[in-house]
């Protein structure tokens, strides 16, 4: 697997997160095991492997072969954009890339990890770590504000200190919510919203930025603006980014683009 | 932000559903802290109750034998004279009457003596009696009670008849029936017919002056100084039983010690006319410790002594011991000519203070054998009798039951004696009132028939030269054996000191050999062996105010199924609740938030949720537990008999039952949070929170939910076939339990229908039904959208309709047919209790003619009586709320127990003869110390918590504790208040129980109120009160069926509240196919169909859940109902079904008002 573009410049930060991870070993436990798993992947195989992956939902007749045999591998800080027909499986895909949903075959591997072996406090942790998310709704808590939504991750994360709400309103600045960190979800519009949950999938540095149709409910103008905000974020982070879009326009902006048609992952035509 | 920021933001966003599961979890709290306050008023009031009616009393003594009222002015404590009886004005009559003849003291101890105070010829009556008397001050009274009696009325010298006193008095005031108005020694709520009377009224009236046979103390005045000076701890009871040894006479036990100077020797005898056994063997001891001879004397009358045609009537005969100074029995007359004579005879009377009986030869008289008899020179000579002769002595015999039969008993005449010496001491015979003080034989009012035509003048010219001198001596040991009774053997024992060098002592060495005597004979003397006890009655009273039933745990019990609705309840919004944030947790999930963290952070909100159910609760519990008292002093009155209690809280019950509210309410959610690990964060994410099965797992399922059906049903076939073979009481539970089964069977059956694959939509479209048929059709399948909800509510129903409709099985009917021998009537029409024992036969002519009541003859053709010894004690029923610590005891006589009958729910019987008969297992003989009863198996179950085979202990008139064994568990009887043994056993534990106050009585139907009515007119002066058994057992019935009527209404609200959640779901049902919904209407379905589809949807579940509740509960009943129909509340249940439909509707008509008020457009947009 070739280095992710940046490798060696995130080399630094990811260094600087082994020490709080190690000193979190020493107090044991599933976050302990993964961070010194996670510190140590990281530096040798980053990025996200997908192997003859396969997806069968039951029926009442016979089983609904969703993906038939994906295979897929990015390295870190690629960007892909995956298309294709309602209910080809898209998101899937992402829900498997995710590790929220199970695969029926095949392997997922992601920083060389295969996170469908991990309990389920692991990969909890895993996910909370190494993935972040953007769903085509923005799944906020209406009870929390601005500030607060993005900062959710947080509260499980192992190595969260204070600093990372310093980093949530560095991040909140830099898509252009800086005056709106108490509003509340209902307070905004729904691209400001989708901004939010940008920033909330990125707070914990994931290696991994799977975006469900992130602009599936935005006018054009807005879904521009976030699309900027996903691709600059996640370049900014050096995330491995894929984006499921019907969207023609915001897979274009992506330097890769594939297709599931029929179950299978096709370089776009 | 953190996990508590996320936390308090989470419930104030969400406080409206939150509000609604506290709210749940506030109902449950209310209910179970107030089933506790319930049971803490109880407590309470039974406490305060306890406290109220014994004032300043703490302690009490109550004797069958009257005392010196000296002996309590001794005790610091006020003496008094407590009697059972009735009272009776012109125009009305009271039975069960507590006559109490008290005095200053007694007013004393009295927390608020009353105003007005008894003078001599008044009473005070309390306001009970006094309305049901209809007497008020000024107005005239008669008492009625039985004559207190030193000898035993049981006993042959024992007065049977003109027993009762009436005693006519002027009602100085009424008194309230509260306070000292309420006073008396047994715990029971119960209001008393109080009449209190001065002491010296009573004292005058009894011609008792100076007696009491009862007194009651003040803990603090029990002190003696020696205790006070010691620190002493001791209990105020023991020291108070230390000074009643201490200060009792001779006179306090009815004995005194007669000096009789001339013939040298004290005699020590009891007015009692016999010595009792304990009181004889003390005597006897004393004077062998002391080294005074003594002789122990038994003196009985003969009716006749007859030798061939020859008769003398009515004549005493003495029975002791003729000590042989000769070993040789071949010598047993001393030879005159022998030197040693004087020191033989001298030794003789030294031997036996009687001194010696010469025969008419001038010999001394020997030894007799058994069955020899001596005769005096005159009654030889009246029977011209010489020795060799036959003697037939007849004399009276009492029986077990007190009844005298004539017994008679030949000697052979061993010799006859000279009228010298004991042979002439007129003293051998005890002093009776009406005999010993009668001029002549003519005079005579003995308390056995006498037929005076037999005596001659010459029979009148010895009685007045020698009064009761014995005609006729037999040995002790064989009076002993024909004359002896439960009451004693002895009659006298003489003790005679011996003089120096042969002559008789000086009468004041007798009067100190009487001191010596007397301070020794007391010393080894317990009052408690006597029966003088006294009982802490305070402190058992508080004990006993612990209740016989913790009615916090019954109101648990009544209210446990509105408990289980409400934690159904809780469960059922807090799932809601979390499911409408599916999304929420969804996305937690998804940004890396572990299901343990998640679980946490649901968990925390229901705890903070139930901690203020819990508190909202407490308020509710107060209230819950006064409407629960309310009910109790006003609906439910007859479970508790009077409006005593009040409601009462303490801080215990108050955080325990908060606590366990609080417990209750996160027990049912844990469910809920648990079964988060199963739910995908992408189905979360979708909103979907119970996820849907596929087809072929929902098939799988409802092939599961069908097996569990059809083990179900196999069990409830099983479970009635069970019931087949068994009696009425098997039946009953095999059928329950059918019931029980098949309702599951019904559950999974609908559970399993929810979950099947549907039926093709094109079958229905095919059909092409009506609109209304397709709507409903519709309405059923959304019912089937969430099985586990569906069935959840249609089982919530169905269960409380099933528990609240078959509990009705155990709703207790009073026959009203003919009685039974085999059931909980026995066969007996009536049951009567007397306020004074009877000791004549009711079924014989003699014993009516006895009792007065010779013109009721015809009335009573065909009744028969069969009287039951009664020791008074402790209701032992559900009317008695008190733990009941010296319950009532019947004793059964033979006859009785020959008779058998009744309905028994489980017995020890082993032998055939006692399956056939288990009364004969009264007779069985378990040991020392251990005596077989019957109990009814509500009492032993209820009341007493014991089983089959397990002992209550009591103790007996002496103060020995002995345990009651329950053999038997009888069924539904009427003997629910009291235990049942043997008269044998009986006897021998309460000796100084005489006559017959408890009565089982066989007569016609037809002539039932007749016979009643001429029982109780002809006995009235007896208090006689006859009640049918009918009656008695409807009496506990009423209770049983109180509770089952305060279960039903209960369990009803849990019902009602049951629907309230099946109105939750609907409301969730509707607000989540808001869009669907909406849709329906964008396709042209009508409101009205709208509505149609929601009240279906809701009526169906409710109708579901009626239906297989009602049926499986009609198994249930099925015996009952076979028997009679009518006897379950059709009406009530109605009433109730009704009000679960109205609530289960009203409920469906929010939902539907919710489904119409569905914004379409935004609600399809949100689609």
Redesign the interface.
């Known amino acids: 697997m070739r280095p992710p573009p940046g490798c060696c410049k995130r080399i630094l930060p990811f260094n600087s997160a082994v020490q709080p991870r190690q000193e979190s070993l020493r107090r044991g436990g599933a976050r302990a095991s993964y961070a010194l798993m996670a510190a140590t992947d990281s530096a040798n195989t980053s990025g996200l492997s997908a192997t003859n992956l396969t997806r069968d939902?039951?029926?009442?007749a016979e089983p609904l072969r969703i993906l038939r045999g994906v295979n897929l591998s990015l390295a870190r800080g690629d960007a892909l954009a995956v298309t294709g027909p309602s209910g080809s499986g898209k998101s899937t895909l992402l829900?498997i890339f995710?590790a929220?949903?199970r695969p029926t075959g095949g392997e997922v591997l992601i920083n060389g990890r295969n996170p469908f072996a991990l309990p389920?406090?692991e990969l909890?942790?895993?996910?909370?770590?190494e993935?972040g998310?953007v769903?085509q709704?923005h799944?906020l808590?209406?009870?929390?504000s601005v500030?607060?939504n993005v900062?959710?991750?947080?509260?499980?994360?192992p190595d969260a200190g204070a600093a990372v709400?310093e980093r949530a309103r560095m991040l909140l600045d830099r898509v252009g919510l800086a005056r709106r960190l108490d509003h509340r979800p209902a307070e905004l519009s729904g691209g400001e919203r989708q901004r939010v949950a940008i920033v909330?999938?990125l707070i914990?540095r994931p290696t991994l930025l799977l975006c469900d149709e992130p602009t599936g409910n935005l006018d054009r103008v807005t879904a521009r603006s976030v699309a900027d905000v996903i691709l600059e974020m996640a370049k900014a982070e050096n995330a491995t980014l894929i984006v499921v879009t019907h969207s023609a326009e915001l897979a274009a902006r992506l330097p890769k683009r594939m297709e599931l048609e029929e179950g299978k992952l096709e370089p776009a035509k | 932000m953190n996990l508590r920021t996320l936390f308090l933001r989470s419930l104030r966003h969400h406080w409206r559903s939150l509000l609604a599961v506290s709210l749940g979890a506030a109902v449950g709290t209310a209910v179970l802290t107030g089933s506790l306050i319930v049971g803490d008023s109880v407590r309470a009031s039974l406490r305060d109750l306890t406290l109220e009616r014994l004032g300043r009393v703490d302690c009490a003594l109550v004797a069958a034998r009257l005392f010196r009222d000296q002996l309590a002015a001794d005790l610091d404590a006020a003496p008094a004279i407590l009697l059972r009886g009735s009272a009776m004005t012109d125009n009305a009559r009271a039975g069960q009457v507590n006559v109490l003849g008290v005095d200053d003291r007694f007013w004393k101890l009295a927390l608020h003596p009353p105003a007005t105070q008894p003078r001599e010829g008044e009473v005070l009556l309390n306001e009970t009696l006094a309305r049901e008397l209809d007497a008020r001050a000024g107005s005239r009274v008669l008492l009625r009670f039985e004559k207190p009696s030193a000898v035993p009325r049981d006993s042959v010298m024992g007065r049977r008849s003109e027993v009762v006193a009436t005693v006519p008095l002027t009602v100085a005031a009424v008194i309230p029936s509260s306070g000292v108005g309420r006073f008396g020694l047994q715990a029971n709520q119960q209001l008393p017919r109080n009449a209190f009377v001065p002491l010296a009224t009573l004292q005058r009236a009894l011609k008792l002056a100076g007696r009491a046979n009862a007194m009651v103390a003040r803990a603090s005045s029990l002190r003696s100084d020696h205790d006070s000076q010691a620190g002493s701890l001791r209990h105020p009871t023991a020291a108070l039983q230390t000074r009643l040894q201490q200060a009792l006479t001779l006179a306090d036990l009815d004995l005194q010690l007669r000096v009789h100077a001339a013939r040298g020797c004290v005699s020590l005898e009891s007015g009692r006319m016999i010595l009792e056994p304990a009181i004889a063997n003390a005597a006897l001891a004393a004077t062998a410790d002391l080294g005074i001879p003594a002789a122990p004397t038994l003196t009985y009358l003969a009716n006749t002594i007859a030798v061939g045609s020859r008769e003398i009537p009515y004549s005493t005969v003495a029975a002791f011991d003729f000590k042989s100074p000769i070993a040789n029995p071949e010598s047993r007359i001393p030879n005159p000519e022998s030197q040693d004579l004087k020191s033989q005879i001298l030794n003789l009377k030294s031997q036996n203070p009687l001194g010696a009986l010469r025969l008419t030869s001038g010999e001394p008289a020997l030894a007799l054998g058994d069955d020899e008899i001596l005769l005096n020179e005159w009654a030889a000579t009246d029977l011209a009798a010489k020795p060799g002769d036959a003697v037939r002595l007849a004399y009276y015999a009492a029986d077990a039951q007190g009844q005298l039969n004539t017994a008679e008993h030949t000697f052979k005449l061993a010799g006859v004696v000279t009228l010298t010496g004991a042979a002439a001491d007129p003293t051998l015979t005890p002093e009776y009132p009406g005999i010993s003080d009668a001029k002549t034989m003519a005079d005579w009012d003995p308390p056995f028939p006498v037929d005076l035509k037999h005596v001659r003048p010459k029979d009148e010219a010895y009685w007045n030269e020698r009064r009761a001198t014995p005609k006729a001596f037999v040995s002790l040991a064989t009076g002993q054996r024909l004359w002896s009774s439960r009451f004693g053997n002895l009659t006298a024992i003489r003790l005679a000191p011996a003089g120096s060098a042969g002559v008789p002592p000086a009468e004041a060495d007798l009067r100190k050999t009487a001191a010596l005597f007397e301070k020794k004979l007391l010393a080894s003397l317990t009052p408690d062996q006597l029966g003088l006890q006294f009982q802490p009655v305070k402190e058992q009273g508080l004990r006993s105010a612990a209740g016989a039933t913790d009615f916090g745990q019954l109101f648990f019990g009544f209210s446990f199924f509105l408990i289980v609705s409400a934690a159904m309840l809780v469960a059922l919004l807090f799932r809601l609740g979390v499911e409408r944030r599916a999304k929420e947790i969804g996305i937690l999930l998804a940004t890396g938030f572990p299901v343990r963290v998640v679980r946490r952070l649901l968990l925390l909100e229901a705890c903070a949720v139930a901690v203020a159910g819990g508190a909202l609760g407490v308020p509710g519990a107060v209230a819950y537990g006064a409407l629960m008292i309310a009910g109790l002093r006003t609906w439910w009155l007859p479970a508790v008999g009077t409006p005593f209690l009040h409601l009462a809280l303490t801080g215990g019950s108050l955080a325990v039952g908060c606590a366990g509210g609080v417990i209750v309410a996160l027990v049912s959610v844990w469910r809920t949070t648990r079964s988060l690990r199963r739910h995908a964060p992408v189905m979360l994410l979708a909103g979907k929170f119970a996820g849907e099965e596929t087809p072929a797992a929902g098939a799988r399922a409802a092939r599961r939910r069908w097996y569990v059906a059809g083990a179900a049903l196999l069990a409830a076939v099983a479970s009635l076939a069970a019931s087949a073979g068994g009696g009425a009481e098997q039946a009953a539970m095999g059928f329950f339990g059918g019931g029980a089964a098949l309702l599951v069977a019904a559950l999974a059956f609908v559970d399993g229908w929810f979950r099947r694959e549907p039926a093709s939509s094109t079958t229905v479209d095919a059909a092409h039904p009506p609109r209304a048929r397709r709507v409903a059709w519709l309405g059923i399948r959304n019912g089937a959208r969430h099985p586990g909800r569906s069935v959840l509510t249609a089982g919530l129903v169905a269960s409380a309709t099933f528990l609240v409709m078959a509990v009705t099985a155990f709703h207790q009917t009073s026959g009203g047919g003919a009685p039974e021998k085999s059931s909980g009537d026995g066969g007996f029409l009536l049951v009567a209790e007397s306020d004074v024992p009877l000791h004549h036969d009711l079924n014989t002519p003699k014993g009516r003619e006895a009792l007065g009541m010779s013109s009721a003859a015809a009335a009573l053709t065909g009744v028969r009586v069969t009287p039951l010894r009664l020791r008074p004690g402790d209701d032992a029923s559900c009317l008695n709320l008190y733990a009941p610590e010296r319950p009532r005891i019947l004793g059964a006589t033979d006859a009785m127990i020959e008779r058998g009958g009744f309905r028994f729910e489980a017995t020890l019987a082993e032998t055939a003869a006692e399956k056939a008969n288990p009364w004969l297992l009264l007779r069985r003989d378990f040991g020392p110390g251990v005596v077989p009863v019957f109990g009814d198996a509500n009492t032993a179950q209820w009341i007493l918590h014991r089983g089959l085979g397990e002992d209550f202990v009591i103790t007996d008139e002496h103060g020995a504790p002995v345990r009651l064994r329950f053999v038997g568990l009888l069924s539904g009887s009427i003997f629910q208040s009291e235990l049942v043994m043997a008269e044998s056993h009986f006897l021998k534990l309460f000796p100084s129980q005489s006559g017959y106050g408890f009565f089982l009585i066989e007569a016609p139907v037809k002539r039932g109120r007749a016979v009643s009515q001429t029982l109780a007119e002809a006995l009235n002066d007896y208090g006689f009160n006859v009640t049918p058994t009918a009656e008695r057992l409807a009496s506990f019935a009423v209770i049983e069926n109180t509770y089952l009527a305060t279960f039903q209404m209960l369990g009803g609200l849990g019902l009602v509240l049951g629907t309230l959640g099946l109105g939750a779901i609907l409301l969730r049902n509707v607000l989540e196919r808001r869009g669907e919904l909406a849709l329906l209407r964008a396709l042209g379905f009508p409101q009205r169909a709208l509505a149609a589809l929601v009240l279906v949807e809701n009526g169906f579940l409710l109708l579901t859940g009626l239906i297989c509740g009602a049926a499986c509960a009609l198994l249930a009943v099925a015996p009952h109902l076979a028997a009679r129909a009518d006897a379950l509340p059709w009406g009530q249940l109605a009433v109730m079904l009704a009000l679960v439909v109205a609530a289960g509707l009203g409920s469906s008509v929010l939902a539907v008002r919710a489904a119409w008020r569905v914004p379409m457009l935004s609600a399809l947009r949100e689609e």
């Not at chain 1, 939902?57 to 009442?60: A, E, F, G, L, S």
């Not at chain 1, 909890?124 to 770590?129: I, P, S």
């Not at chain 1, 900062?151 to 994360?157: D, G």
């Open positions: 939902y039951p029926t009442r829900h995710g929220l949903d389920e406090p909890a942790a895993f996910r909370n770590r993935i998310f769903f709704e799944y808590l209406p009870q929390c500030l607060e900062l959710i991750p947080t509260i499980v994360a709400a909330r999938a914990n």
